[in-house]
């Protein structure tokens, strides 16, 4: 995608060394540049600008203000604007703590490459002028509204039940805007139902590590945007193992080959650069980025330790690895008691189940408290117990729950599934626990007409 606009870039920076290194940079781009050595001129360069600045490039380590502050105070000035601050490795610290106030979209490293500099800066201004688009069009869709809404008007006294009917589309069509502002985070939890419906295995692994995410982050009372970030989280956090083969990506990271484990120590890098061109889910590229961070600093991709590592990515790093863990005991319980003692060199301790299904979940949680303080944060490993040993207790009383197989016909709005419902050839339609409305009716009954489903739906009473 080509850019369509001449843009305006500021460039700060206290060194002019910097500044025309910048300048260089952009030497043969139709864009306009503006340069400053403080933060006090760059605000006063927004203010009087004739045009308005697209994007701001802005060192961190300046007198009188530093570049986060500065960018914070540029962002009452112009919200629109791209910010990027450039940073030395010392200042991530700084740099995160800005980042999750929420006023950068982006941070570069010094030194900087010029060709990866310029494509970062084009990608950005390719999202800048798509949410430029997008305001242009729902001013335009505004103003259709109104436009329909005085025609129904003065149809209404002509036509009074034509009237009614438009009326109600209208306030459909409204409602449905309404639905699909809330519904970006539902547009990834459909995306994921049909790669569970392609990929069972791989579907069912994402939806685990993203709702038990979310559990955690509720617990540790994370408010409710960003637990839609660290549920979407969940459910990319490893779209950048892309390139590993099946295989590899089923293995356990100690038993991954050299090149394997060098492919597998960038996909947290990937995975964020994958998300760049959408500066709304710069947040969940940041968790992602990081959830592979060891408490103790000693993870990857940047050895950040402790607090350094945002709240997020912390959370994300414990519920992967539990969710991964769980998948990759032995079948035997004596494999079982092996694989244990390998992780944490104790003996097999007597748990309360001899079912494999409890043993592992009993094993797995003594494997995250055994690493808990050095790869996991002790605080959430500690809410994980809490959340999963509940979550057993639940399942067990709903054992005891009768379900009944209601013939489709007799459905009734508010029913709640006991069962996933399947196609004839396995394909999951719904899954377990979902409750029923008029929509989902209608379609089970269109299904059921096709020859797609039985006679009757199984019933949670």
Aim: net charge negative.
């Amino acid at each position: 995608m080509s850019l369509k606009h001449d843009h305006v870039l500021l460039l700060v920076d206290d060194e002019p060394s910097i500044l025309h290194a910048l300048q260089r940079v952009f030497r043969k781009e139709r864009f306009s540049l503006l340069l400053a050595t403080s933060g006090e001129q760059a605000l006063r360069l927004i203010t009087e600008s004739e045009r308005p600045v697209s994007l701001i490039i802005s060192d961190q380590r300046m007198p009188q203000m530093s570049g986060a502050e500065f960018l914070e105070k540029a962002k009452n000035l112009a919200p629109e604007a791209i910010r990027f601050l450039l940073t030395g490795y010392s200042d991530i610290k700084d740099v995160i703590s800005a980042i999750n106030k929420g006023e950068i979209h982006r941070y570069l490293t010094k030194p900087w490459d010029d060709e990866a500099l310029l494509v970062e800066v084009r990608q950005a201004l390719e999202a800048y002028e798509l949410q430029d688009e997008n305001r242009r069009l729902a001013d335009m869709v505004r103003q259709k509204n109104v436009e329909l809404t005085t025609l129904m008007q003065e149809l209404e006294h002509k036509v009074a039940e034509r009237t009614y009917q438009l009326q109600e589309k209208s306030v459909a069509l409204e409602q449905a805007n309404a639905s699909l502002e809330r519904g970006f985070l539902d547009t990834f939890r459909l995306m994921f139902s049909l790669i569970e419906t392609i990929n069972p295995k791989l579907g069912s692994y994402l939806s685990f590590v993203s709702q038990l995410a979310r559990k955690l982050g509720a617990g540790l009372g994370m408010d409710t945007i960003e637990l839609e970030h660290l549920e979407m989280a969940g459910l990319l956090h490893d779209a950048g193992l892309l390139g590993l083969s099946r295989q590899a990506f089923e293995k356990p990271y100690e038993e991954l080959s050299d090149g394997e484990k060098a492919l597998y120590r960038q996909h947290p890098i990937i995975g964020q650069i994958c998300l760049q061109p959408v500066p709304r889910l710069d947040i969940v590229g940041i968790y992602i980025l990081y959830h592979h961070e060891n408490y103790d600093g000693s993870g990857f991709p940047e050895k950040l330790h402790e607090e350094e590592i945002p709240l997020g990515a912390r959370i994300l790093h414990i519920a992967a690895d539990y969710a991964m863990l769980l998948r990759n005991w032995p079948e035997s319980i004596a494999d079982i008691k092996s694989r244990y003692y390998g992780m944490t060199g104790e003996s097999f301790i007597k748990v309360q189940s001899d079912k494999r299904d409890d043993v592992i979940v009993d094993l797995t949680q003594r494997v995250m408290l055994f690493r808990s303080g050095k790869a996991y944060d002790p605080q959430i490993v500690k809410k994980l117990v809490e959340v999963v040993n509940a979550e057993r207790l639940k399942n067990q009383q709903k054992k005891t729950e009768t379900i009944v197989d209601i013939r489709i016909k007799f459905l009734k709005e508010g029913m709640v599934l006991g069962k996933d419902i399947r196609t004839a050839d396995g394909r999951l339609l719904l899954a377990r626990e979902a409750v029923l409305n008029k929509i989902l009716i209608g379609a089970i009954q269109k299904l059921h007409g096709d020859g797609f489903i039985g006679e009757t739906v199984p019933i949670r009473m």
